[in-house]
């Protein structure tokens, strides 16, 4: 996968702009004018207060629940302001729904790559509440009831803003915010929702169902799912239809399947400046902004002003939005539902072309602090060449997924050391003491200052440069030996590079007992390795032997064993074919699923039983029973009428001359896992 690069100058220089321009406008000749929710806030939402001046929680562990969890922090009372000292993804086990109104989540805050929410939905359900840099993907490892599975979702609440996060990886739709009053999705990244996965009715792969009475989105990314790009709401479920009001400008959406926008039933709506780009996926109605017709097939249409968006491929509806654009009603219905002005709404500082806007919304949406993870990256890769890497049952290459394993599952976010914060009160204590504050008096986080904002609120703002932290090395793979036979006792390994490895550690097990030993442990800095000339392995022996990257961050994940087997030594090169001793090597693979190798040797003609047991001593298997000569002998052992667990294989030789006595028995253990 080609590498994205983000400029952190420019995301600096993004902020600080952003930060500089709040603080000029808030001083008036009276005082402070009404607060913004951050720097950058805009649209409906950007007067939220969150869980400004409130108590302080400190997500310090990934649980699902209990004591510095998130969801401890996120079910309190009060106003309360949550920060994390760890990076890493949380796997709910039953819906994070926030009930109680006032309260910040700042993701920015955690050290190393991030947080990630996944297994089950994150709900709103509560006023007042601001939420930034987390990234939202569920999945469908979840137990119970997932139809409703959304990444994160809420309605019939007032004051909200959700600003640079990522949701992909829903049941349903994979954000929807409507029947909200005041609220604001802005620079935001909502990409492949699932389209064959364990909704009750069937296909689902949807965006998001938008609206409100008073609710901007804008500069987010739509990308990947076969329909609602979003679903305006409308005024379905409100009795005042006249106060549904959505201002829906700059955004980018991508690669849309059967459908791209639509809805809106007796809403008012601005559609300014967005950008429309059809993907793999997209086989039909590639010109589309908007398919205004109503889903009742009525006369509740909504009422649109749609102005200036950009329809890559198709320049005379760029030019104009009307031409062609607003489909599936009538020339008599377009004029009905056609505005000439916008509806009033909150300016945007940030308002720009859709051009301007497709090209900052992929460098900047999304939950880019501390960093951009892999999923986003890669998303953003696809929109920017209009391709897709993944598809499910929609067809490959589509983009549009069933599961998150069609895409390689969550990516590990590694987390790094915190910085030291004395007093608990969310600030570090370098920043505290380079700002006149007390690092061991905890009141001083919460207290506002004359700018508006509370100094815990002044030091998460502060955080404007992408994370510096260096990764963990990635995945390798070994190359040689892998499965093979007659190896030298002093072997050459070579594998291939890992990302960000400066080095690499090298172990060696033998084969012998429960495989268990570690024999040799070497660190190198190349992607091969020579057992020494003053060291060599034992000579008709199995080894396994794995690696994985270093670097100043750790060890990297391990890789998978392989297994080698050793040639005969010089003192048995009269005949290698031909073993000295009676001899039973341990299977492989194992653990193994269902099928593993079990090895042994014999050195003169017998009656040979190859045997496996449960650990109750119960014979579940016969691999062998006949008589067999001199040499190395080895026979599939296939388990698929097993279930998983532990089981003993045994080698047992009786002689051919004589009396039937017993001349070797030997077993082994082997792990079955399905």
Known sequence: MKKTHYSSIKFKTLLQFSFLFVLSVLITSEGFAQTLAFPGAEGFGKYTSGGRGGDVYQVTNLNDSGPGSLRFGAEMEGARTIVFNISGTIQLETDLRIRNDSISIFGQTAPGDGIAVSGRSTVIDADNVIIQYVRFRPGDIGSGDLDGLDALWGRENSD???????????????????????????????????????????????????????????????????????????????????????????????????????????????????????????????????????????????????????????????????????????????????????????????????????????????????????????????????????????????????????????????????PEDTDGDGIPDSWENDNGLDPENADDGQAITESGYSNLELYVHSIQEQSEFTPAPGVLTLTSPVGQTGISTRPEFTWTKASFANEYELQIRDGSGDYAAIIYDAVVEDTMYAIPQDTQLVGDETYFWRVR?????????????????????????????????????????????????????????????????????????????????????SVQFDASNLSSGVYIYRLKAISLEGSARVLFSETRKMTLIK
């Open 160 to 418: 909200v803003i959700i600003d640079h996060v990522s949701l992909s990886w829903s049941v349903d739709e994979t954000g929807s915010f409507y029947d909200n009053e005041n609220f604001t999705l802005q620079w935001s990244i909502l990409s492949e929702s699932m389209y064959s996965s364990v909704h009750s009715k069937d296909e689902h792969g949807y965006g998001g169902i938008w609206g409100g009475a008073g609710a901007t989105f804008h500069h987010n990314l739509l990308a990947h799912h076969t329909s609602r790009n979003p679903r305006f709401n409308g005024a379905r479920y409100t009795t005042t239809p006249q106060t549904e009001l959505v201002d829906f400008r700059n955004n980018v959406i991508y690669n849309w399947g059967g459908n791209s926008a639509y809805g809106g039933e007796e809403g008012n709506h601005n559609m300014v400046a967005n950008y429309y780009k059809a993907g793999p996926a997209t086989e039909s109605n590639r010109d589309r902004i908007l398919d205004a017709r109503t889903v009742s097939g009525g006369y509740d249409f909504g009422k649109w002003y749609i102005e200036d968006n950009y329809v890559d491929g198709y320049p005379e509806i760029t030019a104009d939005n009307w031409n062609g654009g607003v489909q599936r009603v009538s020339e008599l219905e377009q004029e009905y539902i056609r505005m000439d002005e916008p509806f009033e709404a909150p300016a945007l500082e940030s308002f720009e072309s859709a051009e301007e806007a497709y090209q900052r919304v992929l460098e900047f949406a999304g939950a880019v602090l501390p960093r951009r993870d892999t999923v986003d990256a890669r998303v953003v890769h696809e929109v920017e060449t209009g391709t897709a890497t993944f598809g499910g049952s929609y067809g490959a290459g589509t983009g549009i997924i069933d599961s998150q394993e069609d895409v390689g599952g969550w990516p590990e976010l590694l987390s790094a050391t915190p």
């Open 549 to 633: 990257g270093l670097n100043e961050a750790g060890g990297g994940v391990w890789s998978d064993y392989a297994f080698f087997v050793t040639e005969m030594t010089t003192s048995n090169e009269v005949d290698k074919d031909q073993p000295g001793t009676f001899r039973l090597s341990q299977n492989y693979p194992n653990p193994f699923n269902p099928s593993t190798t079990i090895r042994y040797s014999v050195p003169q003609s017998a009656e040979i039983e190859v045997n496996v047991f449960d650990m109750a001593g119960r014979k579940v298997a016969q691999v062998v029973n006949k008589r067999q000569s001199a040499g190395q002998h």
